[in-house]
């Protein structure tokens, strides 16, 4: 595979390389166009990293960095989904499965049945440990005025 071809090509400046000292996996890198620089300019609390873009205006903006700024050409969405309902990718610890939708994944077999089934034992056997000294109302008790609260 892919394995076989050595291909050796020197990281380019500026880069950082992490590696394990046994050398035991693979190591990783990050290349980036300039290092980070911390600004002291930025206004409070902006973050440091933060880089500074002067719009049309000549007025100053700070512009957040990109997370992913090597991956943000490899990873071109062609087409953005719309906000109402946004696709949230991630893991599933429950079902050791990576996701495209969170909410498509919550919605299967497999996690509904994780969901209703006794795995969260753990969770209730702590919970059973606490004392619960909330007032529990009951639906449609008439003795029981609930205070408002002012913020
Ligand atoms: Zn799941």
């Given at each position: 595979?892919s394995a076989?071809?050595?291909v050796?090509?020197?990281?380019k400046?500026p880069f950082?390389?992490?590696e394990d000292?046994r050398?035991r996996?693979?190591?990783?890198?990050?290349?980036?166009?300039?290092?980070p620089?911390?600004?002291y300019?930025n206004?409070?609390?902006c973050?440091?990293f933060?880089?500074?873009?002067?719009n049309a205006h000549?007025q100053?903006h700070?512009?957040?960095?990109?997370?992913?700024?090597?991956?943000?050409?490899?990873?071109k969405?062609?087409?953005?989904v719309?906000?109402?309902h946004?696709?949230?990718?991630?893991y599933?610890?429950?079902?050791?499965?990576?996701?495209?939708?969170?909410?498509?994944?919550?919605?299967?077999?497999?996690?509904?049945?994780?969901?209703k089934?006794?795995?969260?034992q753990v969770?209730?056997?702590?919970?059973?440990?606490f004392?619960?000294?909330f007032l529990?109302?009951?639906e449609n008790t008439p003795?029981?005025?609930?205070?408002?609260?002012?913020?």
């Open positions: 595979g076989d071809q050595k050796k090509s020197k990281l400046n950082l390389k992490v000292r050398c996996y693979r190591p990783f890198y990050l290349q980036l166009s300039s290092f620089v911390v600004n300019s206004p409070r609390p973050s440091p933060d880089v500074e873009k002067k000549g100053k700070i512009h957040n960095k990109q997370r992913n700024p090597t991956n943000s050409d490899r990873e969405r062609p087409n953005q719309p906000p109402k946004k696709r949230r990718k991630g599933c610890e429950c079902c050791m499965k990576k996701y495209e939708d969170l909410h498509a994944h919550i919605e299967s077999e497999q996690h509904q049945k994780f969901a089934s006794s795995q969260y969770v209730d056997d702590i919970i059973s440990k004392s619960c000294d529990e109302l009951r003795n029981v005025k609930r205070r408002k609260c002012n913020v």
